[in-house]
């Protein structure tokens, strides 16, 4: 459970930085040493959200195909960087205190 918190906290702070840093991106600050960051930060964020992360892959090339906004763009940065925040704020904060609180209940049971 301690370690959940600590996989949480790092995925809040590696994503926080990465939504900071594509907004400065998406309003102006367009550097390619900042894009090569929020995609490091994206992936890091991908990683730590990783069961629920799966689901940004096809949204990604939906966005792609359809939208035509090219991942590795301005705008997939920004969209990317969103979609991971929402997904990874999904799994760690709804889906991971229903988890934690049926374990809870379930160790009560088994005593």
Known sequence: ??????????????????????????FGYDSERVRYVVLALNLLAFVLALPASLIVIPVAYAANYYLDIN????????????????????????????????????ARIEI
Do not use: C, D, H
Not at 16 to 25: D, E, G, H, R
């Open 1 to 26: 459970m301690y370690n959940k918190k600590i996989l949480r906290n790092l995925w809040l702070g590696v994503t926080s930085i990465a939504v900071v840093l594509s907004l400065t991106v998406w």
């Open 71 to 106: 991942p590795l763009s301005t705008g997939g940065i920004y969209f990317n960087s969103f979609i991971l925040l929402f997904v990874g704020a999904v799994q760690w904060f709804l889906i991971s205190n229903q988890v934690e609180s049926f374990e809870s209940r379930m």
